[in-house]
């Protein structure tokens, strides 16, 4: 069984500070200022932190941070699918057998590259299979000066910042969800803050290759196109809070709105209100994020964030596509469920 | 209260204070604004309110007032915006808090930052009490 340390220090190598925090409340657990503070508290938990701690990060590793593609598959080929990825075993490997941690930096440092099928979980409602791989991120970081010798004093009093640049081996996990019912497989790339596109749509071809060898066919061939859900989504004012906005208007203008403000939604903002009244016509939404606040008891609420960001480009084209949903500050499966049912509300009304 | 009875207890409380003009002056902008437009008052917004061309001492000490639980007009709040852009919004006990022991911790790294002004945006809010009243 991982130790609480080792727990601890996974689940901050994953989730954002504000998701981990609060899931360490909704467990009761003592919380520190910062991750640093909070890992020496956690150190003087009693064993039984363990299982809850070790279920919040497996869930993490389910659906925290994740760009998501879904694929249709007709019936007969989803079947064939699901029973492939049933079969499949995880391959041994020092990923495989500490899941769900994470790998320390020396064994990042010689992991090797690629997918790896890690770990396998069957549930009523769908199998997980959970790949790891090693992803390059770049990383801003801001240095002080005192950490610099004397002699360069002269140089650094001339800067206002110094911010150093450097790259990290993290590790990605990657999750293909094959559900128990007709609904999309769903591919869930690991996509922290701060990570480029790229690095994602470049895990996501690296795991269907992978998955693709595995089962000697490529089922993942029909991605679904999300790009309706972008107004559909922004015009329907029940559907939690809008909280980004970027839209195109028959005045030439080209507009990027964003309001990160509690229960504030841009649909009702003022300013954004004005501007749709000053319009004969309607805008054209290529870009929408929305926040779903979520109330777990009295003083703890959950805020999942659905981001489908297209791009004015694709949003003038004859027949906009967008593949790739982003879903953030996810607590646990729950919220994650909840907006993925919201995206298939959509796909089935939307037909 | 009434905007009325927050002038009154301005001018009674703070009697003899330079800034309570400018917060009688605060406090008509704050009368006339819809509250919608009173959620995210930066300082270059609240310069402009009160017809100043910069902030000034007296104008920091008009906020004091208006923020402080006798009167408590605004919450001073403050947004953090990280390397990348992606804003946070800090709640007003951890901001004060974070003023209090000289340390913020980075909504997403979970980092301890110590030199944080760099990182923030202050501004002032509407409170709910006074936004009732209104």
């Known amino acids: 069984m991982p130790n609480l340390n080792a727990i601890a220090n996974s689940m901050r190598g994953r989730m954002p500070w504000t998701v981990g925090r609060r899931i360490l409340q909704e467990l009761r657990l003592d919380r520190g200022k910062g991750w640093d503070r909070t890992l020496a508290r956690l150190a003087e938990e009693d064993a039984e932190a363990i299982p809850p701690l070790t279920g919040a990060l497996t869930d993490h590793i389910l659906c925290g941070e994740k760009l998501v593609r879904l694929y249709t598959l007709d019936p007969e080929r989803l079947s064939e699918f699901r029973a492939l990825a049933k079969a499949q075993t995880p391959t041994k490997s020092a990923a495989s057998d500490q899941f769900p941690l994470l790998l320390s930096a020396d064994q990042l440092s010689t992991a090797p590259p690629g997918h790896t099928l890690i770990a396998v979980i069957h549930e009523e409602d769908g199998t997980a299979l959970i790949y790891s791989s090693i992803r390059i991120v770049v990383r801003r970081v801001q240095l002080d000066a005192e950490d610099f010798p004397d002699s360069a004093g002269d140089l650094i009093s001339k800067y206002e910042e110094i911010v150093g640049i450097k790259s990290e081996r993290v590790q990605g996990m990657d999750v293909l969800w094959i559900p128990s019912d007709n609904r999309p497989v769903q591919a869930r790339i690991d996509f922290p803050r701060g990570m480029l596109f790229d690095a994602a749509d470049h895990a996501l071809t690296s795991l269907k290759h992978t998955v693709q060898a595995a089962t000697g066919v490529d089922y993942l061939t029909t991605p679904i196109n999300l790009f309706p ?72 609420v959950s805020t999942p964030e659905l981001n489908l960001h297209s791009t004015s480009r694709a949003g003038g084209a004859a027949d906009p596509v967008l593949f790739d949903a982003v879903i953030r500050d996810c607590m646990g499966i729950a919220d994650f469920e909840y907006v993925m049912a919201r995206i298939q509300h959509y796909l089935d009304t939307l037909g | 209260m009434s905007i009325a009875e927050l002038k009154e207890t301005v001018q009674r409380e703070w009697y003899g204070v330079p800034a309570v003009e400018l917060c009688l002056r605060l406090l008509d902008f704050v009368d006339r604004m819809p509250s919608a437009e009173l959620r995210m008052l930066t300082f270059r917004e609240l310069v402009s309110a009160v017809g100043e061309k910069a902030v000034t001492p007296d104008l920091l000490t008009a906020l004091a007032i208006l923020t402080n639980p006798q009167v408590h007009v605004f919450d001073a709040r403050a947004l953090f915006v990280d390397e990348g852009g992606e804003e946070t919004e800090i709640e007003p006990e951890e901001l004060a808090e974070a003023h209090e022991s000289g340390e913020l911790v980075h909504p997403i790294t979970g980092a301890i930052i110590k030199d944080f002004s760099p990182y923030i945006v202050p501004f002032f809010s509407l409170t709910d009490e006074a936004r009732i009243q209104k």
């Not at chain 1, 015009?235 to 709105?257: D, M, Q, R, Y």
């Not at chain 1, 004969?280 to 929305?290: A, D, M, R």
Request: no cysteine.
């Open chain 1, 229 to 300: 859900l972008i107004p559909a989504m922004y015009a329907n004012p029940k559907e939690g809070t809008v909280v980004e906005l970027a839209f195109g208007a028959s005045t030439a203008a080209l507009k990027h709105e964003k309001m990160r403000r509690g229960s504030f939604s841009l649909r009702d903002e003022a300013y954004h209100r004005g501007g749709l009244a000053a319009l004969q016509g309607q805008i054209s939404p290529f870009k929408v994020s929305i926040e779903w606040q979520r109330k777990l008891d009295e003083t703890l």
